[in-house]
């Protein structure tokens, strides 16, 4: 398990990575295309990416944690 | 020294051995000074008085050598009888002694003779019965036997002597008996043979004496027949000499038959009394035997002394008979003679007168015719007239004086006559009384004999009844005994079955249980032997299992560093194998986790050392748990990680207290125990790990855990298999 730990760290920053520049990336190409070079989708985009990732992060950190519920209807 | 001592001895030998005056040193001496021929001689005289002293001196000594150098050697008994005195003769027995000691040896039977009543009484009651009724006797011995029975108080011969046997019958024991019995008969025997010697010596004296005293007696009695007849003769010769009136020639024929008659009558007289002396001596000799043959008191001879009596009695009886006719006939003649001799003295007279008157006359006046003149004749007639007158006037005195003279004459005869009477009475008194004794002796024998006749049948019928008691006794006897000896022998029987059975029971019990106990030996033997293969077989199994075991356990150390070990599959399928059927083992070795099976385990260095990078990361997430898990978190739970310092090993402490449970303190507890080779305890205190970090080590723990498991049961297994290993050493 302490690999999953370490890979999920991996897979988290890879991830977040790759978010991050894929934001970048976008945020790039939007600041290219859509918003006059401007910096702010690039901030945008790899904040976004970043967020995404470190988001997707925690979320792969908190996955075992997460409880996932059912309702059961009463027949 | 020695040669001194010997010189010595040999001076003191030869001194004692001299017994005469002569020392040895004075021989020596002597025989120094004198020459060689005399002391040859001197030599010689001293070995020859030295041969004859020793000889004997040891013929004091020795007896027989005494006896033998007496017999041998010529005048040596005077020499011998000189020095030593007579030779002591061994003493010879008497007869009798040695009749007496010769009868029994034995105690026993010299005490029977003692108790024997007197041996005079005994003698003739054993003589009795054995001149008599020996064969009675025998048979009443015989018959009486062994069996002992009550003593008669009789004294006959056949009591006496079955008293004697009685005495000596439970007295002694059968040997003894036969012993006492037969010496006893010996004795007796020797006792007949002596009192048959006796009876033939006292019956022979007494046959001779009988023999010589009638011989007498008759020679005394024809002595005195003869006598008599002599008397008779001359007696009656003198009455015809006196009365008859005869010739001169014939009447001088009849004075020398007279005389012839005198001179027989005197010799026979004189044979008679000298035949009677004689047969008074021989009765008297006669007299003296029966009184000794009385006194020797045998009474088989009484009728023998009791028939010489009466013949004695009658010989005396005739003799004096004839004695007393004799006396008769004497007195007879006497008288006859007187009056022939008065007849004669008055012839002589006469003839004296008438030869005083005619002196030329010679004797015989009867035979006077014519020789005679008328002066003789007258004188003669005168002195005839004269002497008738004499003769008248003497018979007219004798006719006066008659009755006194017949009175005298009565008076003397009755004197004479009461003196033969008192001589006859005297004499038929002792006949009578002789008689009366003899018959009362003869009426006594009878008696004697009657009473024995009748003892002996009584006895006979006593002895009969007394045997047919014993028989009866025997019969019951034997029966009781035949019934006793029959108990007996079947109670020994019976006893010797029951022994025999119980000894052949015995030995069937001993050969059962020995049988039983080879048999029990042999199951047990047997049972043993199984229990061994079973043993063995268990201990193979057991080493077999074992052996898995320790394969198993093998293969768990076969785990490198991060590489678990084989999958214990096949170990475990060999312990399975080997412990089929064993359902502690089988449970055992199906309670090894599946994942040991397949995959195998770590080791626990692999999980120690995995631990240690395990550590920081459980570090670095202590902070995250279900609660705080966000990344933030994460960060926070980085720096305390890299802030918080702890001992990295730490001995946990015997309780866990709250405080306790903070994952550092866990961690450096665990860390510790794993450094100590507790993994069980580490993986108890990683299991108190809570949150992130508990899930970062969940791994580790599972590994742990499936380690800790799998060496559980393998020790289990192990701890089972040595077990059951040593269980089958011990015996069960």
Same mark, same amino acid.
């Given at each position: 398990?302490?690999?999953?730990?370490?890979?999920?760290?991996?897979?988290?920053l890879a991830d977040t990575a790759v978010k991050t520049v894929t934001g970048l990336g976008v945020g790039i190409v939007f600041s290219l !295309?859509v918003f006059?070079r401007r910096a702010w989708p690039l901030s945008f985009g790899s904040g976004l990416g970043l967020g995404m990732g470190y988001s997707n992060c925690?979320?792969?950190?908190?996955?075992?944690?997460? !409880?996932?519920?059912?309702?059961?209807?009463?027949? | 020294?020695?040669?001194?001592?010997?010189?010595?001895?040999?001076?003191?030998?030869?001194?004692?051995?001299?017994?005469?005056?002569?020392?040895?040193?004075?021989?020596?001496?002597?025989?120094?000074?004198?020459?060689?021929?005399?002391?040859?001689?001197?030599?010689?005289?001293?070995?020859?008085?030295?041969?004859?002293?020793?000889?004997?001196?040891?013929?004091?000594?020795?007896?027989?050598?005494?006896?033998?150098?007496?017999?041998?050697?010529?005048?040596?008994?005077?020499?011998?009888?000189?020095?030593?005195?007579?030779?002591?003769?061994?003493?010879?027995?008497?007869?009798?002694?040695?009749?007496?000691?010769?009868?029994?040896?034995?105690?026993?039977?010299?005490?029977?003779?003692?108790?024997?009543?007197?041996?005079?009484?005994?003698?003739?009651?054993?003589?009795?019965?054995?001149?008599?009724?020996?064969?009675?006797?025998?048979?009443?011995?015989?018959?009486?036997?062994?069996?002992?029975?009550?003593?008669?108080?009789?004294?006959?011969?056949?009591?006496?002597?079955?008293?004697?046997?009685?005495?000596?019958?439970?007295?002694?024991?059968?040997?003894?008996?036969?012993?006492?019995?037969?010496?006893?008969?010996?004795?007796?025997?020797?006792?007949?043979?002596?009192?048959?010697?006796?009876?033939?010596?006292?019956?022979?004296?007494?046959?001779?004496?009988?023999?010589?005293?009638?011989?007498?007696?008759?020679?005394?009695?024809?002595?005195?027949?003869?006598?008599?007849?002599?008397?008779?003769?001359?007696?009656?010769?003198?009455?015809?000499?006196?009365?008859?009136?005869?010739?001169?020639?014939?009447?001088?024929?009849?004075?020398?038959?007279?005389?012839?008659?005198?001179?027989?009558?005197?010799?026979?007289?004189?044979?008679?009394?000298?035949?009677?002396?004689?047969?008074?001596?021989?009765?008297?000799?006669?007299?003296?035997?029966?009184?000794?043959?009385?006194?020797?008191?045998?009474?088989?001879?009484?009728?023998?002394?009791?028939?010489?009596?009466?013949?004695?009695?009658?010989?005396?009886?005739?003799?004096?008979?004839?004695?007393?006719?004799?006396?008769?006939?004497?007195?007879?003649?006497?008288?006859?003679?007187?009056?022939?001799?008065?007849?004669?003295?008055?012839?002589?007279?006469?003839?004296?007168?008438?030869?005083?008157?005619?002196?030329?006359?010679?004797?015989?006046?009867?035979?006077?015719?014519?020789?005679?003149?008328?002066?003789?004749?007258?004188?003669?007639?005168?002195?005839?007239?004269?002497?008738?007158?004499?003769?008248?006037?003497?018979?007219?005195?004798?006719?006066?004086?008659?009755?006194?003279?017949?009175?005298?004459?009565?008076?003397?005869?009755?004197?004479?006559?009461?003196?033969?009477?008192?001589?006859?009475?005297?004499?038929?008194?002792?006949?009578?009384?002789?008689?009366?004794?003899?018959?009362?002796?003869?009426?006594?024998?009878?008696?004697?004999?009657?009473?024995?006749?009748?003892?002996?049948?009584?006895?006979?019928?006593?002895?009969?009844?007394?045997?047919?008691?014993?028989?009866?006794?025997?019969?019951?006897?034997?029966?009781?005994?035949?019934?006793?000896?029959?108990?007996?022998?079947?109670?020994?029987?019976?006893?010797?079955?029951?022994?025999?059975?119980?000894?052949?029971?015995?030995?069937?019990?001993?050969?059962?249980?020995?049988?039983?106990?080879?048999?029990?030996?042999?199951?047990?033997?047997?049972?043993?032997?199984?229990?061994?293969?079973?043993?063995?077989?268990?201990?193979?199994?057991?080493?077999?299992?074992?052996?898995?075991?320790?394969?198993?356990?093998?293969?768990?150390?076969?785990?490198?560093?991060?590489?678990?070990?084989?999958?214990?599959?096949?170990?475990?399928?060999?312990?399975?194998?080997?412990?089929?059927?064993?359902?502690?083992?089988?449970?055992?070795?199906?309670?090894?986790?599946?994942?040991?099976?397949?995959?195998?385990?770590?080791?626990?260095?692999?999980?120690?050392?995995?631990?240690?990078?395990?550590?920081?990361?459980?570090?670095?997430?202590?902070?995250?748990?279900?609660?705080?898990?966000?990344?933030?978190?994460?960060?926070?739970?980085?720096?305390?990680?890299?802030?918080?310092?702890?001992?990295?090993?730490?001995?946990?402490?015997?309780?866990?207290?709250?405080?306790?449970?903070?994952?550092?303190?866990?961690?450096?507890?665990?860390?510790?125990?794993?450094?100590?080779?507790?993994?069980?305890?580490?993986?108890?205190?990683?299991?108190?790990?809570?949150?992130?970090?508990?899930?970062?080590?969940?791994?580790?723990?599972?590994?742990?855990?499936?380690?800790?498991?799998?060496?559980?049961?393998?020790?289990?297994?192990?701890?089972?298999?040595?077990?059951?290993?040593?269980?089958?050493?011990?015996?069960?």
């Amino acid at each position: 398990m302490a690999d999953e730990h370490a890979r999920k760290w991996d897979r988290c920053l890879a991830d977040t990575a790759v978010k991050t520049v894929t934001g970048l990336g976008v945020g790039i190409v939007f600041s290219l !295309i859509v918003f006059k070079r401007r910096a702010w989708p690039l901030s945008f985009g790899s904040g976004l990416g970043l967020g995404m990732g470190y988001s997707n992060c925690q979320h792969d950190f908190r996955s075992p944690y997460l !409880i996932h519920g059912r309702m059961v209807k009463d027949q | 020294m020695l040669r001194a001592c010997l010189r010595g001895a040999n001076a003191t030998a030869r001194v004692s051995l001299l017994p005469a005056p002569l020392s040895i040193h004075s021989c020596l001496l002597v025989l120094f000074h004198f020459s060689s021929a005399s002391k040859v001689v001197v030599a010689g005289l001293l070995t020859v008085s030295g041969g004859i002293g020793g000889t004997v001196l040891y013929a004091k000594w020795d007896h027989k050598f005494r006896a033998a150098v007496e017999k041998n050697v010529p005048y040596s008994d005077w020499l011998l009888g000189l020095a030593l005195g007579p030779a002591a003769q061994d003493p010879g027995l008497p007869i009798k002694k040695r009749v007496r000691c010769s009868a029994h040896p034995s105690h026993m039977a010299l005490r029977v003779v003692t108790h024997m009543e007197a041996p005079e009484r005994l003698l003739p009651s054993v003589f009795v019965s054995h001149l008599e009724a020996s064969a009675e006797a025998t048979h009443i011995i015989s018959a009486i036997g062994e069996v002992p029975s009550v003593p008669a108080p009789c004294d006959t011969e056949a009591a006496a002597v079955k008293g004697i046997i009685t005495e000596t019958g439970p007295c002694c024991e059968a040997t003894v008996l036969t012993t006492a019995r037969s010496a006893v008969l010996l004795y007796y025997s020797k006792c007949l043979c002596l009192l048959c010697d006796c009876f033939a010596a006292v019956s022979a004296s007494l046959e001779d004496s009988l023999a010589s005293s009638a011989k007498a007696a008759l020679q005394a009695i024809g002595a005195q027949e003869a006598a008599l007849q002599a008397i008779m003769q001359h007696t009656d010769k003198l009455k015809e000499a006196m009365e008859a009136e005869v010739l001169p020639e014939e009447k001088s024929n009849q004075w020398k038959d007279l005389e012839a008659a005198l001179a027989d009558r005197t010799t026979a007289l004189n044979d008679a009394r000298a035949a009677l002396s004689k047969a008074n001596e021989s009765l008297d000799s006669l007299r003296s035997v029966i009184d000794e043959s009385k006194g020797l008191k045998i009474s088989s001879v009484r009728p023998l002394v009791l028939a010489a009596e009466e013949n004695l009695h009658n010989m005396v009886v005739d003799l004096d008979k004839m004695v007393m006719k004799v006396q008769s006939a004497e007195s007879e003649a006497k008288i006859v003679s007187q009056y022939s001799e008065l007849v004669n003295e008055a012839k002589r007279q006469f003839q004296r007168e008438v030869s005083s008157l005619t002196p030329e006359i010679q004797a015989n006046w009867k035979g006077l015719t014519g020789k005679l003149s008328t002066d003789d004749l007258n004188a003669l007639i005168a002195h005839a007239h004269r002497r008738i007158d004499q003769l008248n006037r003497e018979l007219a005195e004798q006719k006066v004086r008659e009755k006194i003279h017949i009175d005298a004459a009565l008076e003397q005869q009755k004197l004479e006559d009461q003196k033969a009477l008192d001589n006859a009475v005297n004499t038929a008194l002792q006949h009578v009384k002789e008689d009366a004794r003899l018959d009362q002796e003869r009426k006594l024998a009878e008696l004697r004999e009657v009473m024995e006749a009748e003892m002996r049948t009584q006895l006979r019928r006593q002895a009969a009844a007394h045997t047919d008691h014993v028989q009866d006794v025997l019969k019951v006897q034997e029966h009781e005994l035949k019934a006793e000896a029959e108990q007996v022998l079947s109670s020994k029987m019976l006893e010797q079955e029951t022994r025999y059975r119980q000894l052949t029971q015995e030995q069937l019990d001993n050969f059962t249980l020995d049988m039983n106990t080879a048999y029990a030996r042999l199951k047990g033997v047997e049972e043993a032997i199984d229990s061994h293969v079973v043993a063995e077989d268990e201990a193979r199994k057991a080493h077999q299992l074992w052996l898995s075991v320790e394969a198993l356990s093998y293969s768990l150390k076969t785990a490198e560093a991060d590489v678990p070990t084989v999958p214990l599959e096949n170990a475990a399928q060999a312990v399975r194998d080997s412990c089929r059927d064993n359902d502690f083992a089988l449970a055992l070795a199906s309670a090894l986790p599946e994942k040991s099976l397949q995959r195998g385990v770590y080791s626990e260095a692999s999980l120690r050392a995995r631990f240690n990078s395990l550590r920081s990361l459980a570090r670095r997430v202590a902070l995250i748990d279900e609660s705080r898990n966000s990344l933030y978190q994460y960060f926070l739970s980085y720096l305390q990680a890299a802030l918080l310092f702890e001992k990295s090993q730490e001995a946990p402490p015997s309780q866990l207290s709250s405080e306790d449970l903070d994952p550092f303190k866990l961690l450096s507890y665990a860390s510790y125990c794993l450094e100590h080779g507790d993994l069980e305890l580490a993986a108890k205190l990683v299991n108190q790990l809570r949150g992130e970090a508990r899930r970062v080590v969940e791994d580790w723990l599972i590994e742990a855990r499936l380690t800790l498991e799998t060496r559980q049961v393998v020790n289990l297994l192990s701890a089972y298999a040595n077990a059951v290993g040593l269980g089958t050493t011990q015996a069960p």
